[in-house]
């Protein structure tokens, strides 16, 4: 629960749930959103109906799970609306306890997302009722909300109409807001596009003002980055291991002494009688590890191109130049935490590749927005 793949992995239960059920309810009859379900069953005595909860309590104990079931009901609340078989209507549904909040007209968002606030709930309030009349009855306590964040208050009623859609592929920039921030990047860069991507560019049809849509991200409130500080600093978790050599002669230690540290950024300087280069690179194990594999690439012609680092060495040896490697650690980081929405040790590293003005830098630009390699082995497909 609240990790970045819960969602997903409650989905494919949910999936699994459905299709276990099928024989039970019928493939159409039956609708999971999250831990709620909801089935509709037509003209069932209800002794037919205590038979079908039966059936379900004892497929869920089965999957190691426990369900609790409302059977012979003409009205249930599912989610944020009311169904209501006996009157034939349906209506906004607001637990009791549930007190509307939303951000305030001052707050550190985009304008727009701001502005339509107000007509995105009513949109949606619009949606879940029947009629107006029921719209009216609930529009109450989110009018109040409005009002009390400053925003307009005044929700009308829109009956629902079909808008064509456009199937087109679309290409969107997220930028961060900030109030702070008096550029207006998002109008800059869509005329960047428009500049450099005219008609007669080879890449006009994909990277145009029609094809990139631009959509705020809003940065961390003050809570969220307190909450983050706290928990950083709370966290007795020993995320590093810093020190130590195991090295036979530890005089001769590569690393200084700090060969067995992991969770790293290092350094590698590479110099020759004609020039100095250098390589940045990261590893979660210990540097040692990550050492062996450097080695392995620079003994075996195979993995010349496992690295920027070991291709630079191979064109050495190639033209037969002397070299010398200095290794050195530029940071300690930490690695990814399997529920964060970021890798330290990733962004770290590729902090220092972007703010790099070594002449000889050798890493590649395209490095500053891979993807973080150590999310991958906590995602589903990598599960054994």
């Not at 009901?73 to 509307?100: C, E, H, I, M, S």
């Amino acid at each position: 629960m609240g990790s970045l793949d819960g969602a997903e992995v409650c989905e494919l239960v949910g999936l699994y749930l459905l299709d276990k059920l099928s024989p039970i309810t019928g493939k159409l009859n039956t609708g999971l959103y999250r831990d709620d379900g909801l089935c509709a069953i037509n003209t069932c005595s209800p002794r037919r109906l205590d038979k079908l909860r039966k059936d379900i309590t004892a497929m869920f104990k089965d999957e190691g799970l426990s369900i609790t079931i409302e059977i012979n009901l003409l009205a249930t609340d599912f989610l944020d609306v009311t169904l209501d078989l006996f009157n034939n209507k349906y209506y906004p549904y607001r637990k009791p306890n549930n007190n509307q909040l939303y951000i305030n007209a001052k707050s550190n968002h985009p304008d727009p997302i701001i502005k339509e606030l107000p007509t995105m709930i009513a949109r949606r309030l619009s949606d879940l009722s029947c009629s107006q009349d029921e719209f009216n009855k609930a529009k109450g306590p989110y009018e109040a909300a409005l009002k009390e964040s400053g925003l307009a208050n005044n929700l009308e009623y829109k009956s629902s109409t079909k808008v064509k859609k456009h199937n087109r592929n679309v290409i969107w920039f997220n930028p961060p807001f900030n109030k702070a921030v008096s550029t207006n990047i998002g109008k800059i860069f869509l005329r960047m596009v428009k500049k450099h991507f005219t008609k007669q560019h080879h890449y006009y049809k994909i990277l145009n003002i029609h094809t990139i849509k631009l959509s705020y991200s809003c940065m961390p409130n003050m809570e969220r980055i307190i909450k983050q500080s706290n928990a950083k600093i709370l966290d007795d978790t020993p995320h590093t291991n810093q020190g130590g050599c195991n090295c036979s002669k530890p005089e001769d230690c590569l690393l200084d002494g700090q060969c067995l540290t992991s969770c790293i950024v290092y350094n590698a300087e590479v110099s020759t009688a004609e020039k100095e280069y250098i390589y940045h690179g990261s590893t979660k194990n210990t540097w040692k590890e990550r050492y062996g594999g450097h080695k392995t690439s620079f003994t075996h012609r195979q993995y010349e191109h496992a690295t920027t680092l070991s291709k630079l060495i191979w064109k050495l040896k190639d033209n037969n130049t002397p070299y010398t490697i200095k290794w050195s650690i530029a940071a300690l980081a930490r690695p990814y935490k399997c529920g964060t929405r970021h890798c330290d040790l990733c962004l770290t590293e590729k902090t220092i590749i972007a703010r790099s003005k070594h002449s000889g830098l050798i890493n590649s630009r395209s490095e500053i927005v891979s993807k973080c390699r150590h999310r991958k082995k906590f995602l589903l497909n990598e599960v054994t």
